[in-house]
Nanobody
Framework: QVQLEESGGGLVQAGDSLRLSCTVSGRTFSSLSMGWFRQAPGKERDFVAGTDWSGSRTYYANSLKGRFTIARDNGRNTVYLQMDSLKPEDTGVYYC??????????????????WGPGTQVTVSS
């Protein structure tokens, strides 16, 4: 059984940074491509960033390029999301997700078979 667990969320002020982590168990981590999504209250779940199995290819939501960075450590079965210059509109629940197609990077939620429970990020102004 594949399990994902996010950590690192919290309450920060505008302009601060946070690094989220997502640890995967139950499947060879390098057989998975990974994504980060977020969901604000009353809104749909939106794509944030994705990476292939190796971490050498990444893809970002256009509005987040330059502020957010996705990276992975296959030795630690962990994917990270570094978030800099945070804004109040970045507030939401952040989810990591795993895609069994290791080479695919996609913004489509339906392509991801496994999801973590989410971690709350709140950015105050």
């Amino acid at each position: 059984q594949v399990q994902l667990e996010e950590s690192g969320g919290g309450l920060v002020q505008a302009g601060d940074s946070l690094r989220l982590s997502c640890t995967v168990s139950g499947r060879t981590f390098s057989s998975l491509s990974m994504g980060w999504f977020r969901q604000a209250p009353g809104k749909e779940r939106d794509f944030v960033a994705g990476t292939d199995w190796s971490g050498s290819r990444t893809y970002y939501a256009n509005s987040l390029k330059g502020r957010f960075t996705i990276a992975r450590d296959n030795g630690r079965n962990t994917v990270y999301l570094q978030m800099d210059s945070l804004k109040p509109e970045d507030t939401g629940v952040y989810y990591c997700a795993a895609n069994v197609n290791a080479d695919m990077i996609t913004s489509s939620t339906s392509s991801y078979a496994y999801w973590g429970p989410g971690t709350q990020v709140t950015v105050s102004s």
